[in-house]
């Protein structure tokens, strides 16, 4: 792990390089600062144009919590990737955990940008745990505490 406490911003051109995530699955756009070891604030701009919105609600589209939580889940990768030095690979998977106290305060809706704060919490075995806050507008949205684990993928002989 870096001891490297600069705050630093990443646009989505850094994201797709840290994150093994692709469309339509990437809920990151930037990355506000980061303090390696310690915290990352990144943003998800919400638009109409998502592909959860017209099964989510045709009526009253509103973002699907779990999706607010894999949000929050990949600022918590990111922090991860780039407090270890390390970036994804084909030989490795970093794996949602679990996910405690999970809870949903308000509605995501199309135009909203939800702010994205995620805390590391503690580092033991292998299993990074989190705190994670989500918030529009100043008002928390949705908070979880989250665990990650980096696994390598055991190739299978052909």
């Keep these: 792990m870096t001891n490297e406490t600069a705050s630093t911003s990443m ?12 469309y ?22 919400v638009s109409i144009n998502e592909p959860f919105f017209p099964g989510h609600f045709p009526h009253h ?5 779990v ?3 894999e949000a929050m889940a990949q600022a918590a990768a990111i ?9 994804p690979s084909d030989d490795s998977v970093y794996y949602f955990a679990g996910i405690d106290s999970a809870r949903f305060k308000k509605p995501v809706s199309p135009g909203d940008q939800v ?16 705190i994670g806050v989500a918030t529009v507008d100043g008002a928390v949205v ?10 390598t993928i055991e190739k299978k002989e052909k």
Aim: with cysteine; proline share 5%; hydrophobic share 50%.
């Design 24 to 45: 339509p699955f990437v809920l990151i756009d930037r990355v506000i600062s980061m303090e390696l070891g310690k915290e990352i604030t990144a943003l998800k701009n």
């Design 61 to 65: 589209p509103v973002m699907p919590g």
């Design 115 to 130: 702010i994205l704060n995620v805390k590391i919490d503690r580092i033991l075995k292998g299993i990074w745990k989190y």
């Design 142 to 151: 949705a908070e979880a505490q989250m665990m990650c684990i980096l696994k």
């Design 11 to 22: 646009d989505i051109h850094e994201i797709l390089d840290h994150l093994p995530h692709r």
């Design 79 to 87: 922090l991860s990737f780039k407090t270890m030095g390390a970036k």
């Design 67 to 69: 999706l607010i939580v």
